[in-house]
Nanobody
Framework: QVQLVESGGGLVQPGGSLRLSCATS????????MRWYRQAPGKERELVATISSVGIGPTYADSVKGRFTISRDNAKNTAYLQMNNLKPEDTAVYYC????????????WGQGTQVTVSS
């Protein structure tokens, strides 16, 4: 059974930091590209960051470059999103996504974790 479980969300003041985790099971993690998306109320889901199956060449949305860092630990089947200098506009539900690096039809989603940036 495929599972992606996000954790680490919460309420943080502007300028603060959070680290999101996406613990996975039920598939060969090292064969999958990992992505973090977010969706704010009334807005479309937005791609935030991507990391390859072997952890190289991460890419980021312009809105988070220099503040967010995506990483992964293939030994722990877990992906991370370190978020620094958070802004109110980062408030959203954050979702992790796994997609097979060669067979894109295999695509899985987590349930999401809420991040709220407010003073």
């Amino acid at each position: 059974q495929v599972q992606l479980v996000e954790s680490g969300g919460g309420l943080v003041q502007p300028g603060g930091s959070l680290r999101l985790s996406c613990a996975t099971s039920g598939f060969t993690f090292s064969m999958f590209v990992m992505r973090w998306y977010r969706q704010a109320p009334g807005k479309e889901r937005e791609l935030v960051a991507t990391i390859s199956s072997v952890g190289i060449g991460p890419t980021y949305a312009d809105s988070v470059k220099g503040r967010f860092t995506i990483s992964r630990d293939n030994a722990k089947n877990t992906a991370y999103l370190q978020m620094n200098n958070l802004k109110p506009e980062d408030t959203a539900v954050y979702y992790c996504n796994a997609q097979h690096r060669s067979l894109p039809v295999y695509k899985y989603w987590g349930q999401g974790t809420q991040v709220t940036v407010s003073s």
